[in-house]
């Protein structure tokens, strides 16, 4: 006798209207393409004790925008899940870090850009920032390198090269001064 099927252990994404209502769920997977439907996702900035901001820099085997660097984590609410808790459990998903209280510095942020090789990023992305006391300890296939800087650095390199960095970084900064605490 056949056993009936487990809960799925693919990720899942939640689709939005262009109001940003939840309209559906789809496998993160099959969502990012060419053409990809707007979906809910979050961005985290982790500061040091010190006030420097944590870069990463993403696995070149990433789907999107390998290889670049980026603020310190991203990723995406599941169905039903708390967006917080979301940015919590992608805190130790990518860099072991514990993520602790979450100041929430831009609401309403909301991007589309397409890497190199054609896959599109559409998201309604709140911004996070929270202050971590360790040091990442990061999965190899979500980040290659990561730096501690000083967030005035921080804004002149991307104001210098935006093409090294995440669109998103690049859009974030200029609606945020990660230099203000």
């Known amino acids: 006798m056949s056993q009936p099927p487990g809960p799925s252990t693919t990720e899942q994404v939640v689709l939005l209207s262009e109001s940003g209502e939840p309209i559906g769920v789809a ?9 990809t439907p707007l979906h ?7 500061f040091d004790a010190r006030g420097r901001v944590l870069v990463t820099r993403r696995a070149v085997t990433k789907l999107t925008f390998p290889g670049v660097w980026t603020n310190a984590f991203c990723g995406h609410p599941g169905p039903g899940e708390d967006i917080e808790d979301a940015v919590r459990r992608r805190g130790l998903r990518e860099l072991s870090l514990p993520i602790g209280e979450l100041d929430l510095v831009l609401p309403d942020f909301r991007y589309r850009a397409v890497d190199a090789g054609g ?3 559409n998201e ?10 360790d040091d990442p300890m990061p999965k190899p296939d979500e980040v ?3 730096a501690w800087v000083v967030p005035a650095d921080l ?12 669109p998103w970084l690049v859009l974030q900064l200029q609606q945020w001064d990660p230099t203000a605490r």
């Not at 496998?27 to 053409?35: A, P, Q």
């Not at 809910?40 to 982790?46: G, M, N, P, R, Y």
């Not at 309604?124 to 006391?133: E, K, L, N």
């Not at 804004?155 to 995440?166: D, E």
């Open 27 to 35: 496998d993160k997977e099959s969502v990012h393409g060419d053409d």
């Open 40 to 46: 809910l996702a979050f961005s985290c900035h982790v």
């Open 119 to 121: 896959v599109v990023e």
């Open 124 to 133: 309604i992305c709140p911004v996070y920032r929270t202050v971590a006391r």
């Open 144 to 146: 290659d390198d990561w």
């Open 155 to 166: 804004v002149k390199a991307v104001t210098a090269a935006p093409f090294a960095f995440s």
